[in-house]
């Protein structure tokens, strides 16, 4: 079985002397549960592995009782450490602070069991961790899988991967394409929104995020202002609701709307987001065509290359110190934008062969100091080379 590099990450940490709470997040069907699962048949500790995401509610009481049972399963075995993994854990009210209780008590202990927490919803997660956790934590993002980990788990083309995206559930199916478009809509999206979103979260307004999503998925790829955004909503909401649902749907590893580059953090957050699916399997699943349809439309087609070379860059800046952006200025326009201590990556992207100018490339250079300039794509790097590379070799 395909073991992620998170895996690896984890087996490691488990393997130090330091104790410190290991938190996987991000969205559904990203593999953080079979981690754990390959951790449990890799390593020899006694391990305790439940999930809160049952239909039967949970409160801390529960947490106490795994806790416990943890506790003693270690002291039965009369190893040294032992492991314990809370699944779904945001699904708890007030879970952080009976968490730092108990990971307290057992420090003074000098007992030796090792946590792992996994939630599907990293900004309920990420809430949890910096209101009590401070210190004792280590955050490992589980993001939605690279095109190199689809090729080698499922042998998925680079046209396939463009296409169908990064979902390791749902590539079996990708021979049957309405399985796979009933799958991706009814396991994947209305599971994460109403379990994730919904449940977890006060939304006044759900059919406005509903079809904050559809619209989202359908202009992937593209800037649009909040104002537009709500007028092809027709809804009389706000931006600054729209803005939460954005980033609500953004958490929850849907839909991004990604900030314009002006080299000023209050215009960052002031500017019009370029939306942007965190998984190109979403706006396949909502464009309703077939593969071969998408393809023989060139700029259909080109618009789900960016998607996937965005979803890329999005997913592989989680957890590091590199910012994701676009630029927009004079009519002219920079796809994506990636800034690490001031240094700056501009990338354009091309779906054809066609020679073309890039004349927002040209003036976005002007105007701020690009290290350096990529074409993906078209005559410039090949996507499927590009897709492969680490985000932080574009640095190097």
């Given at each position: 079985m395909y073991k992620r590099p998170t895996y690896h990450t984890l087996l490691s940490r488990l393997q130090e002397q330091r104790r410190f709470i290991q938190v996987l997040a991000g969205p559904r069907q990203t593999g953080k549960t079979t981690i754990t699962r390959q951790i449990m048949d890799t390593i020899v500790i006694p391990a305790h592995y439940v999930s809160a995401d049952e239909p039967l509610l949970k409160d801390t009481t529960w947490i106490e009782q795994q806790w416990q049972t943890a506790r003693l399963k270690l002291a039965g075995s009369k190893m040294e450490k032992g492991v314990l993994i809370l699944d779904e854990i945001q699904k708890i009210p007030h879970w952080s602070e009976t968490v730092k209780r108990l990971w307290d008590h057992d420090s003074n202990e000098t007992l030796s069991l090792h946590v792992i927490l996994l939630g599907s919803s990293p900004l309920l997660v990420g809430q949890g961790l910096s209101e009590s956790l401070a210190g004792r934590f280590e955050l490992l993002p589980v993001m939605h899988w690279s095109f190199y980990e689809m090729k080698e788990a499922f042998g998925v083309t680079i046209d396939e991967y463009i296409?169908?995206?990064?979902?390791?559930?749902?590539?079996?199916?990708?021979?049957?394409?309405?399985?796979?478009?009933?799958?991706?809509?009814?396991?994947l999206v209305e599971t994460t929104i109403s379990r994730d979103i919904l449940l977890m979260t006060?939304?006044?307004?759900p059919a406005l995020l509903r079809r904050l999503f559809e619209l989202g998925c359908l202009y992937s790829g593209q800037m649009l202002s909040y104002q537009k955004i709500l007028g092809q909503l027709h809804d009389a909401g706000n931006t600054t609701t729209l803005a939460h649902y954005l980033e609500l749907l953004g958490g929850a590893g849907l839909l991004s709307g990604l900030p314009k580059?002006?080299?000023?953090?209050?215009?960052?957050?002031?500017?019009?987001?370029?939306?942007?699916?965190m998984n190109s399997a979403l706006m396949a699943a909502l464009e309703g065509k077939d593969m071969q349809e998408v393809m023989d439309n060139p700029t259909l087609w080109g618009r789900f290359v960016e998607t996937a070379i965005g979803a890329h860059l999005a997913?592989?800046?989680?957890?590091?110190?590199?910012?994701?952006?676009?630029?927009a200025g004079k009519n002219l326009e920079v796809d994506y934008v990636l800034v690490k201590n001031d240094r700056i990556v501009a990338i354009e992207v091309k779906s054809h062969r066609?020679?073309?100018?890039?004349?927002?490339?040209?003036?976005?250079?002007?105007q701020f100091h690009v290290e350096k300039k990529l074409l993906v794509g078209g005559d410039g790097m090949d996507i499927e080379v590009f897709l492969k590379l680490p985000v932080s070799e574009l640095f190097e």
């Open positions: 296409f169908y995206g990064g979902y390791p559930g749902s590539a079996p199916l990708i021979q049957d394409p309405l399985r796979w478009r009933r799958y991706i809509m009814d396991s006060r939304v006044d307004k580059y002006a080299g000023q953090h209050f215009r960052k957050r002031a500017s019009s987001p370029k939306l942007l699916c997913n592989s800046v989680k957890g590091t110190d590199i910012d994701l952006y676009y630029w066609k020679k073309t100018a890039l004349p927002g490339m040209a003036e976005f250079s002007r």
